[in-house]
Structure formats: structure tokens, C-alpha cells
């Protein structure tokens, strides 16, 4: 399986009042498009798109998401959320903060984006790091289109904020591979070599038997 490229099916129909996200990383990523948004009137619109289930099913992988959104006027239409990807040295001084902290791996494998690690690094998208872009006629950024679907990744980054590491560049594998040599490492700290290359690696936790915690 390739997990650098993740799928998921389109959302049903849900509604489009409230607030678009529960988590606050996920309100931060809304806020980011709400606050560069050119056209208010495009956003109502990528709102009720994605709450009306418009947007097909979504890909994520390193720097783009995209999706295919249904419109009455002429679609469908393509739309696509650029994002960089981090810096190799940006990485390293993320996961070196979480490997400092073992709540942080704690919460990650929770499903839930600690604060203080997310302000170590530009992890989430600030004011114009969000790039979208789509095949319909319009010159707005974001189009309704592209609104509607960053819309509904809120709702996916509210359920999984891994994806949110995927779009800047690493997987979850990847990320919790590193996490787990780096505590292997501190495990092994002022221990004779020999000895420390004779002990077992520890695994990390098997995600197939977590539940994550209810809210």
C-alpha cells in the first residue's frame, strides 16, 4: 500500500450550519482560507457545496489534496490545495520536540494535534500558504470549489491529524518509525554500546488495537 497517497470516499450530505470543524486545528485550517479568501460570496458558496456532499472523493498526499467538485452551472470541476511541504530541518525540529515529550506521542497516537508541538514549526497553513487552485473559469481564491473542499479536509484533519503531517510531507509510518528510533536512542542513553546493541528496539503501540478516545 502506498500511504504516501491517501483516499477517502466523498462525504454524505450533512448540512452546512455551525461551525465547519470541532477540533481546533481543524477551525485553524478554516480560518486560514476564511481569512485570505478574496470573495465572501465564493465561501458561502464552497460551504453549502460542502455541506450538501458536492465534493467527490479526496486524495492527500505530500503538498496537494484534491477533489472533484459537482457544480449546477457547468461542472464538475477539479480543485487542488497546494501546500509546502516542510523543510528537512523543519522535521527534525519537530520530531525532536515530540520525541522530547512523551505526551506528544501520547496525544498523536490519539488522533489529537497537541498545541505546542503544532507552534514548534509552520505546521499549520498561515496567511497565503494555502494555495488553491481549480480548472472552473473563475479567477476567486478560493472558488467556490476549492472552498468546498477545504472545507470538508477540516472534517477529515478532525478524525485524523496525520494527514495534516502527510500534506506537509511525511507519512504516519514515517513519522512514528522516527519517533520510535528517537526513543530508542534516549532508552540506550549512557549504556555501554555493546550492551545497548544487544537490546531489542521497543515497537511502538499497535494502531490496529487503539480506540481512539471518545469526545
Not at 540506550?188 to 487503539?210: K, S
Request: net charge negative; charged share 25%; proline share 9%.
Amino acid at each position: 500500500m502506498n500511504d504516501r497517497v491517501r483516499g477517502f470516499p466523498a462525504f454524505p450530505a450533512r448540512g452546512a450550519r455551525g461551525p465547519f470543524a470541532r477540533t481546533w486545528w481543524g477551525r485553524a485550517w478554516v480560518q486560514t482560507m476564511e481569512d485570505t479568501a478574496l470573495d465572501l460570496r465564493q465561501l458561502r458558496k464552497g460551504r453549502q457545496y460542502a455541506g450538501a456532499g458536492l465534493v467527490g472523493p479526496i486524495t492527500v498526499s505530500p503538498g496537494r489534496i484534491t477533489a472533484t467538485t459537482e457544480d449546477a452551472d457547468d461542472g464538475p470541476f477539479h480543485a487542488v490545495l497546494h501546500l509546502a511541504e516542510l523543510a528537512t530541518a523543519d522535521w527534525e525540529l519537530l520530531l525532536e520536540r515530540a520525541g522530547d515529550h512523551a505526551g506528544h506521542l501520547a496525544a498523536l497516537l490519539d488522533r489529537h494535534l497537541p498545541p505546542e508541538l503544532a507552534e514548534v514549526v509552520p505546521l499549520l497553513p498561515g496567511i497565503g500558504d494555502l494555495d488553491p487552485d481549480c480548472d472552473c473559469p473563475g479567477w476567486e481564491l478560493p472558488c467556490r470549489h476549492a472552498a468546498a473542499l477545504s472545507f470538508q479536509v477540516a472534517w477529515l484533519l478532525d478524525a485524523d491529524p496525520f494527514l495534516l503531517l502527510l500534506a506537509r510531507g511525511r507519512t504516519e509510518t514515517e513519522v512514528l518509525d522516527d519517533l520510535g528510533r528517537r526513543t530508542a536512542i534516549r532508552a540506550t542513553a549512557g549504556i555501554p554500546v555493546a550492551e545497548a546493541y544487544a537490546r531489542a528496539v521497543p515497537p511502538l503501540p499497535d494502531l490496529a488495537e487503539f480506540t481512539p478516545r471518545r469526545r
